[in-house]
């Protein structure tokens, strides 16, 4: 009953470090977005960005819903090389293969129009936007259920947590959105985080856990290397 885990102040420290986590989780998520909607047009890549983040949060509940589908996940459904895999490796494994090869082609693109004469732009087609991330949701949706079961029992605390961050990361997707796009070599340093967090993915799913923190370490520190770049140039170009 919802009820009961009101007043249990275990439910609630559950619901805060779940929430945070979820957040820390969407990080890779809205990053994914940010890259992929820079192409766009602003109201579409607006539109983009909001159906990305919807489609990461119906996916959630929705996985929420089934859980014991989500565990059934975690069982061993074939073994290769006398290591056995589960359905939720295998997905891990393909969509740290899909981020690796998307992040690398958006590298090459970006490297490749920079270095000589580019081809007029054309615009992205919306559509093809949505299915990248809806595919990618679903990866990460994987990842963020598995973590909130493991982390808090009653199911309103979990779809509740879910609620707070994908509101968190709504109201920060647009400004970190915007930065990559105003910014090229944030835009690259995006795509090396998506290789890493890509790699983690294939590390995971091959029973090698690589902890997040490593990660969330190295991408912290890059970005306040690149704040420290972006501020001196601001400094010299003047108001």
């Known amino acids: 009953m919802i009820e009961h885990w009101l007043y249990d102040p275990g439910a609630w420290a559950a619901l805060a470090t779940l929430t945070i986590m979820e957040v820390v ?8 977005i940010s890259v992929l909607v ?12 909001a159906i ?3 489609l990461a949060f119906l996916f959630r509940v929705a996985m929420l819903a089934l859980l014991s589908w989500i565990i059934g996940l975690t069982e061993p459904v074939i073994v290769l090389l006398a290591e056995p895999f589960s359905w939720r490796d295998l997905i891990l494994i393909a969509g740290g293969l899909f981020l690796v090869w998307k992040a690398t082609h958006e590298l090459h693109r970006d490297i490749e129009e920079a270095g000589g004469q580019p081809p007029p732009a ?20 994987i990842d963020s259920i598995v973590t ?37 070599t944030t835009k690259a340093l995006a795509l090396a985080f998506l290789i890493l967090i890509g790699t983690s993915l294939i590390a995971d799913g091959c029973g090698v856990h ?27 170009k003047g108001p």
């Open 122 to 141: 054309a615009p992205r087609v919306f559509g093809a936007v949505i299915v990248q991330i809806a595919l990618v949701d679903f990866i990460f949706s």
């Open 38 to 49: 820079a192409r766009l047009p602003d109201q579409a890549a607006r539109n983009a960005r």
């Open 52 to 54: 990305g983040l919807l």
């Open 148 to 184: 909130a079961i493991g982390m808090a029992q009653q199911l309103p605390v979990m779809i509740l947590a879910i609620v707070l961050s994908m509101l968190i990361m709504f109201l920060a997707s647009g400004a970190i959105a915007r930065f990559i796009k105003a910014h090229p």
């Open 210 to 236: 690589v902890p997040r923190g490593y990660i969330y370490f190295a991408m912290a520190f890059a970005a306040a290397v690149e704040a420290y770049h972006v501020a001196t140039r601001r400094r010299h």
């Open 25 to 32: 989780l969407g990080i890779d998520n809205v990053v994914f």
